[in-house]
């Protein structure tokens, strides 16, 4: 992907790059703790028991990232938010098609003749891509890997209009939006934990407010009036105390107890990943700007996220008990291999033909 700065000439900001392989890499080891393999990362269980607060920097990643690629563009006009609509429906809806249809046959195999009447009615909810509206659908079928897209999709329906509203808006109404929108994410799980509401985990509102909140992140980060107040962020020495405080604060709240699921730890992830994205989008790494394996790590990641729905789990357990072995180590490299080989599968076989073809029928044809 490659990423447009709103003043000088493209080049790939290659520390975001880092940061959006990182947040699949964490998916990937919580994953691999919580489900039948439980494997151990040491020191660093306690965080990535609460590895699932790297879709909040995901979110806001997102939305920094589509700012700083379209935030000069003029979506008030109808041909840019139709040519936007279609860039971003091409690069995942023939992905996610293939994939869903993939897993749908899988859940109606292992399950039977209920998988099918239950996949019946799910499928104008799956087509449309709103299954995240619906919390209690996150276990069933392919939903629980799918809802990141669901909300995705509706946070890149909403940008033109979020974009719209922000662009002219000044520095100072920008700040404040920030800290009312932190805000809202920050007590909502309060509310959510004390009168035991449905999880608001996979809720496309609050991750809209992330991905909103990584636009306006990166507003502030192109304007003039406020590059000497937060200058201070783009030293590699913030982004290494940031990703600290995050691994340090999340792991003393687990050793001593503090409760609430994923979204409530957003009182360490939110500020951490919103410093850490600045940092990293900041700081020119010369060293790896021209880095194939970070570029081919980034442009698999997001196939990595779906390479890990958790039938991969099962297989990897069947084929670790097949060879008797129980050693962690292997573990973690034989479900890492199945859910790497996923992951290229998907993006070789599957994500780069259908965009490639489908974006030389639809824009080479006008």
Same mark, same amino acid.
């Given at each position: 992907m490659i990423y447009k700065q709103i003043e000088g000439p493209q080049e790939r900001a290659i520390g975001l790059d880092l940061m959006r392989i990182s947040m699949a890499f964490l998916v990937f080891m919580f994953h691999s703790r919580i489900h039948v393999l439980h494997c151990s990362y040491g020191v660093l269980n306690s965080f990535v028991d609460m590895g699932a607060i790297a879709m909040t920097g995901f979110f806001l990643l997102s939305g920094y990232v589509i700012n700083m690629t379209y935030g000069r563009r003029d979506m008030s006009k109808p041909e840019e938010i139709k040519k936007f609509y279609l860039k971003r429906l091409i690069s995942i809806i023939p992905l996610y098609f293939v994939w869903a249809f993939f897993w749908v &046959? +899988?859940?109606i195999v292992v399950s039977g003749k209920s998988a099918v009447i239950e996949e019946l009615i799910l499928f104008p909810v799956e087509l449309l891509g709103i299954q995240s509206f619906f919390s209690s659908l996150f276990s069933l079928s392919h939903? /629980? /890997?799918s809802w990141f897209i669901s909300c995705i999709l509706i946070c890149y329906f909403l940008f033109p209009l979020l974009q719209i509203v922000t662009q002219k808006i000044t520095d100072r109404s920008r700040v404040i939006v920030v800290f009312i929108l932190s805000a809202i994410l920050l007590w909502s799980p309060i509310v959510q934990f004390f009168f035991h509401c449905q999880t608001i985990y996979s809720n496309p509102f609050f991750r809209a407010l992330e991905f909103f909140i990584g636009i306006l +992140? *990166?507003?502030?980060?192109?304007? @003039?009036?406020?590059?000497k107040y937060i200058i201070f962020t783009r030293k590699p020495f913030i982004c290494i105390i940031s990703i600290a405080v995050l691994i340090l604060g999340v792991s003393v709240a687990?050793? &001593?107890n503090v409760p609430g699921d994923y979204m409530l730890y957003s009182w360490v992830a939110l500020p951490c990943f919103v410093s850490i994205m600045v940092s990293l989008g900041s700081y020119n790494l010369k060293k790896i700007q021209g880095s194939k394996i970070v570029k081919y790590l980034s442009e698999i990641s997001f196939c990595i996220f779906l390479g890990q729905i958790i039938y991969v789990w099962n297989v990897a357990k069947y084929a670790l008990d097949y060879v008797g072995c129980e050693a962690n180590i292997v573990k973690v490299l034989v *479900? @890492?291999?199945i859910v790497f080989c996923i992951a290229n599968a998907l993006h070789y076989l599957v994500e780069l033909p259908f965009s490639n073809y489908l974006k030389q029928k639809i824009f080479l044809s006008k």
């Open positions: &046959i +899988v859940h939903n /629980g /890997g +992140v *990166s507003q502030l980060n192109t304007t @003039f009036t406020l590059n687990r050793m &001593i *479900s @890492f291999t």
